[in-house]
């Protein structure tokens, strides 16, 4: 088996993709042994959507699997790229399917940066610089701070469109808007709007 996989380490992703699909069975061992780590990198970013860490790396396989199948040499740029988009869609629709968490406190997340600069011309305030830093409060604080948090949560569910809110889940795991655009199959110039105006709106409720 190992002298197998250092032929296929010899090969393009394509090459073994058309070798597999010609019944070389192996080959599908090799794929995911050569992008598990992949996978599970992208478990732990949607793992504070509130999924299951174990279900996401199953998911993400489902993913892989998918990839494989529909990959197409002549359209998709490389199969990594087609791969981890097909990844990041299929533990997404998992997370939203679930539902277990909706929103965990914002600072809980990667932070919103995002300084667009003010009317004024100066600076903007990153997000992250507006949500308390809830380190040393006292337990009276704490509860005031949990009352916000559910305040601020149910006023993200009433004022954020449904987009919106798909394009706060995946940006809080770190992903760019294009990376954003791509997972949810929506134009980049959308999804960049999207999310500066839901960055306005957030601001606003702060």
């Known amino acids: 088996m190992a002298a197998r996989y250092e032929e296929y380490g010899l090969c393009s992703d394509g090459e073994l993709i058309d070798r597999l ?8 061992d090799y794929i995911c042994d050569k992008y598990k780590n992949l996978v599970r990198s992208k478990a732990k ?4 959507l509130g999924a299951d860490n174990e279900d996401l790396i ?14 197409d040499s002549g359209r998709d740029a490389s199969f990594r790229t087609f791969a981890e988009l097909c990844i ?3 533990m997404y629709t998992a997370v939203q399917a679930s539902k277990r968490q909706k929103h965990a406190p914002l600072n809980t997340y990667i932070s919103l940066d995002g300084a667009d600069a003010s009317q004024d011309g100066q600076d903007g305030v990153e997000l992250k610089e507006l ?3 809830r380190a040393e409060q006292s337990p009276e604080e704490l509860f005031l701070d949990k009352e916000r948090v559910a305040y601020l949560e149910e006023k993200i569910d009433r004022e954020l469109s449904d987009f919106e809110r798909q394009v706060l889940d995946l ?3 770190g992903m760019s808007y294009s990376e954003i655009a791509r997972v949810l199959g929506r134009d980049e110039k959308a999804t960049d709007n999207a999310l500066q105006r839901l960055k306005a709106k957030i601001k606003r409720m702060l």
């Open 58 to 71: 199953q998911e993400g396989m489902i993913g892989l699997f998918k990839a494989v199948r529909d990959f």
């Open 21 to 28: 699909r010609r019944g070389e069975e192996p080959i599908m």
């Open 131 to 133: 949500l308390a830093d």
């Open 171 to 173: 940006y809080m795991t």
């Open 45 to 48: 970013s949607m793992f504070i």
């Open 88 to 90: 990041s869609r299929q």
